[in-house]
């Protein structure tokens, strides 16, 4: 056995031991356990190192990228939400616990499972980089996405002829977006005309800012001002569109369709928007694009096979994980330029990393150099407030943050507002103000109280799933197949109209037991009628990418009878203007979903939507997942706290996950 760096031979058994209790526990994935002796089976190990890896495997699953050792010498398991007895255990079980950031660093880069960067690469698959450890493949993936994001934020500013670029980009900017006749009395700069500024000026632009913002009616005008100014080429620009999620996509698509072609009346001849829009072809996800592949992790396009596009839009960012943003990094040619749209302060991706929140450190504060600020008034014509003046980085000069929601407002923006600040006393003035139905708060004794919001939703507020199930019990009209899907449209729509988001999994105010009771409840009231697995009305998600059948993780559809085959069912899912349907024996990944995880409605709206917390958060809620909630409303929001103490902490604690990308930028 070799001796550790701290003079003290040790066995890891006691701190396994310690493991396999908090695993029985629940505070522990299996998968940590058997990471960390796997690492000790391909050397000499101290029983610090196993206890590390442990708490890696662990931080990422939970959406850390590394883990810092100052949270090793410190405190790591406030990052677990654990109880400090059961962080002191884990220590306690470990001879010669390194107590501080040098000894761990000793420690660990005295071990052969483990690359000092700077020191020689036997291609370990752990990476100490700084005060950092890593799993190799995300120090690989932090590293790839810093120095892409650094070169194209960093590379040729407006190449050619940049008075005459400028001059183009101001003339078709003053075009695209019109002075309105009260514009003089508005203080406010026009953040929509200054992220196309910003955008035109390199190969990368983020636009980022909450709901009702206008991110896509400002990146369709950006697509109109590159169409513009394009150089002549024989193909035109290509670009492509794309987003996490096959619903956001299908959303990106149809605001940006409808934006383009508010704007071709305005232009008229001038430039031709519906036919360059007509060329662009649909959205599509993020796997699709790259070409994702059955059981492999790899995709058709990569470093060595790029896409071929002019401009990639990718809407709803904050749902990129940094697994995937590496790849479609990697996948970019370095001529192309990448529009980056998403809310900054949303939930950041269940996968590890927070790319965009790491992108955007600095856009609320703007801290735009000097450069930046008069290229922008030379490009666009307005003078960004010397208050977001600044020496920040070069991400910052590309990102531009839109401060001013045209849709989302009213009570519902303002609880949003007040939960993104922290501010739980305003939001609990929201709340109890009611605001004409709006809002609502119910503190039900028990999850049975809330099926009733299921059934027919509020009083003063439409909603519920006895709308869509009354339209389905009316059954499909007699008549073609058009008048069939018409009716599918219909049915999809009044489903779409509400929904039940849950802030955990399990238990009984989570998906499963509220989608288990809801699915009672309406089959009491004789809405459905479930005779097995698959019924008339089911409403499933899928759970994991199907590229034979074209579904993909996170898309949501009703199960319908199939007007092809008598007794058959399929399920149809929305998709743009349309709608299209996948056999219901042919789907093998699927939940039930009256019921859904916030993570998992992201890139969706819904006019009602009840947003449930359960009765002990344990820690594991933090404001970002309340603020997601509440923007998936567009009309009328209702809040279930049979904890209103639960709030009140989720509110006061901010998601913090561990990443270097922010000093690699």
Same mark, same amino acid.
């Not at 439409?462 to 049915?491: I, N, R």
């Given at each position: ?10 066995? $890891? ?69 654990? $109880? ?64 892409? +994001? ?14 005459? *670029? ?68 024989? #193909? ?37 928007? =519906? ?28 470093? #060595? ?9 990718? *809407? ?13 990094? @990697?996948?970019? $040619? ?9 809310? %900054? ?23 735009? =150099? ?135 999994? *399990? ?71 349309? +709608?299209?349907?996948?056999? @219901?024996? =042919? ?12 993570? %998992? ?40 706290? $049979? ?23």
């Amino acid at each position: 056995m070799r001796s550790n760096p701290l003079g003290t031979p040790t066995t $890891p058994d006691a701190l396994f031991a310690q493991v396999d209790l908090l695993t029985e526990a629940g505070q522990l994935r299996r998968l940590s356990a058997a990471f960390a002796r796997f690492v000790g089976s391909i050397g000499a190990s101290h029983p610090a190192l196993m206890a590390a890896c442990v708490l890696l495997s662990e931080l990422e699953g939970r959406g850390h990228s590394c883990l810092k050792l100052a949270d090793l010498s410190g405190a790591a398991g406030t990052q677990l939400s654990w $109880p400090a007895e059961v962080w002191q255990s884990l220590c306690d079980s470990v001879a010669g616990w390194p107590q501080d950031v040098a000894a761990w660093r000793r420690l660990l880069a005295g071990s052969e499972q483990v690359w000092a960067v700077g020191d020689l690469d036997f291609d370990q698959p752990l990476v100490l980089d700084g005060e950092r450890l890593y799993l190799r493949r995300y120090w690989r993936d932090e590293q790839l996405v810093a120095h892409a +994001v650094r070169e194209r934020a960093l590379g040729p500013v407006l190449a050619g002829d940049a008075a005459a *670029d400028i001059a183009a980009i101001r003339h078709w900017l003053d075009e695209l977006f019109p002075v309105a006749a009260n514009a003089a009395a508005s203080a406010a700069p026009d953040w929509q005309k200054i992220a196309c500024a910003v955008a035109m000026r390199g190969k990368l632009g983020i636009i980022t800012g909450g709901p009702g913002t206008g991110k896509t009616y400002t990146v369709a005008r950006l697509l109109a001002l590159l169409f513009a100014t394009a150089t002549q080429r024989s #193909g035109g620009l290509r670009v492509a569109l794309a987003a996490p999620t096959g619903k956001a996509a299908a959303r990106l698509k149809q605001s940006i369709d409808a934006a383009l072609d508010e704007l071709a009346e305005r232009v008229g001849e001038e430039l031709p928007l =519906r036919e360059l829009a007509a060329r662009m072809g649909a959205a599509r996800t993020l796997h699709s694009l790259l070409g994702a592949r059955p059981d492999t992790r790899a995709f058709r396009h990569h470093a #060595g096979n790029q896409l071929d596009v002019d401009v990639l839009i990718v *809407d709803e960012a904050s749902m990129i994980h940094l697994e995937m943003m590496a790849a479609l990094l @990697a996948a970019l $040619p370095a001529s192309a330029t990448l529009i980056l749209l998403g809310d %900054k302060d949303q939930l950041a991706s269940v996968e590890a990393g927070a790319v965009l929140g790491d992108l955007c450190v600095e856009a609320e504060a703007g801290c735009y =150099r000097a450069e930046t600020l008069a290229y922008v008034a030379d490009a666009s014509g307005v003078s960004i407030p010397a208050s977001f003046a600044g020496a920040g980085g070069p991400i910052a000069q590309q990102t531009v943050m839109l401060r001013e929601s045209r849709r989302f407002g009213g009570p519902i923006g303002a609880l949003a507002l007040a939960v993104n600040r922290g501010d739980a006393t305003a939001a609990l003035q929201e709340l109890r103000a009611g605001s004409e139905g709006k809002l609502a708060w119910c503190d039900p004794a028990h999850p049975a109280d809330v099926l009733q919001l299921a059934l027919g939703g509020r009083a003063d507020a439409p909603g519920g799933y006895s709308s869509y199930l009354t339209l389905l019990k009316s059954g499909a009209p007699d008549g073609d197949e058009m008048a069939y899907l018409a009716w599918v449209t219909a049915v999809l729509r009044a489903f779409e109209g509400f929904r039940i988001l849950c802030a955990v999994r *399990d238990g009984e105010w989570g998906v499963g037991g509220l989608n288990q009771a809801i699915e009672q409840r309406l089959q009491s009231a004789g809405l459905l009628r479930r005779n097995g697995e698959w019924y008339v009305g089911r409403p499933v998600m899928v759970t994991r990418n199907d590229y034979a059948t074209g579904v993909f993780n996170g898309d949501i559809g009703l199960t319908l009878p199939d007007p092809a085959r008598p007794g058959a069912l399929r399920v149809y899912f929305s998709e743009g203007e349309g +709608v299209r349907s996948v056999l @219901a024996t =042919r789907l093998r990944n699927v939940e039930t979903a009256y019921a859904m995880t916030v993570h %998992k409605s992201q890139g969706s709206e819904f006019q009602h939507t009840v947003l449930v917390l359960p009765r002990d958060s344990n820690g594991t809620l933090a404001r970002e997942l309340i603020y997601t909630g509440i923007t998936r409303a567009r009309s009328h929001f209702t809040l279930v706290t $049979p904890n209103h103490q639960v709030l009140l902490e989720a509110i006061a604690q901010r998601t913090q996950r561990s990443s270097g990308l922010r000093a690699l930028l």
